[in-house]
């Protein structure tokens, strides 16, 4: 409420205030909460394309998905109460570095890292291996 009349269609009011403006109100809150990082939809295939396929040999059984101010990450489970044993990370800061995508086990080791998601997940392709007794 103002103690000002209500202006006429076309009318406009002198500004008695120098520090009113006009604020475009998506404008502002995406200045003040910026979206968060994502994963794009051929990127979340692939990555649950490996997630199907590990799931199907009993390695995992769970994920969580965390969109964050600066990453999007893709965690993995053996079991849903236990701290993943992977995680899939998309850090677009370091897109111009490293490579924006990168796979971390349990103990925080970085297992790989590029910049195409394709390449980084080959870390989950496995070679046979002849056991002898």
Known sequence: MTDQPD?????IRAADNSSSSVVDLKEYRQSKDPLPVTFHRR???AILWIYGRMVGEGEWRDYAIDHLKD???FSVFKRSGEIPLFRIEKNPKLAAKQGAFSVINTNG?????GHELQQVLKVFNKTLKLVEK
């Open 109 to 113: 080791t970085i297992l790989k890292r």
């Open 71 to 73: 990453r999007a990450v």
């Open 43 to 45: 990127e979340l295939d």
């Open 7 to 11: 202006l006429r269609p076309g009318e």
